[in-house]
């Protein structure tokens, strides 16, 4: 059974930095995609970057390139981490981490969450100005 867990959430100030991290298991394969989404209230769950286990080929929204930086723990294989930097209000949100598999479609197609099999449980990203 696949499982997933986020964490790492927490409040930051306007332009501050957070990194979120996921642990999962229950793969057999190195061969499956891990997406990080979010929600805030009152509107849709969005991608915000994704990652292929297999290469390590990501994608990231248009809203957070150049800020956002999905990696995985090149010690803990089983880790992946989203560093956010210059946090903005909209940033604000809670945050999942999902698995689809295999993952062998081009990394953007990780960022629709109808995409993703297996969910784990949020952590909650607040920015204050």
């Known amino acids: 059974e696949v499982q997933l867990q986020a964490s790492g959430g927490g409040s930051v100030q306007l332009g501050g930095s957070l990194r979120l991290s996921c642990v999962v298991s229950g793969f057999i394969y190195d061969d499956y995609a891990i997406g990080w989404f979010r929600q805030a209230p009152g509107k849709e769950r969005e991608g915000v970057s994704s990652?292929?286990?297999?290469?390590?080929?990501?994608?990231y929204a248009n809203s957070v390139k150049g800020r956002f930086t999905v990696s995985r723990d090149t010690a803990k294989k089983a880790v992946y981490l989203l560093q956010m930097n210059n946090l903005k209000p909209e940033d604000a949100a809670v945050y999942y981490c999902a698995a689809d598999l295999p993952g062998y479609e081009s990394p953007s197609h990780y960022l629709r969450p109808d995409t993703m099999e297996n969910w784990g449980k949020g952590t909650l990203v607040t920015v204050s100005s």
């Open positions: 990652i292929r286990s297999s290469d390590g080929a990501v994608s």
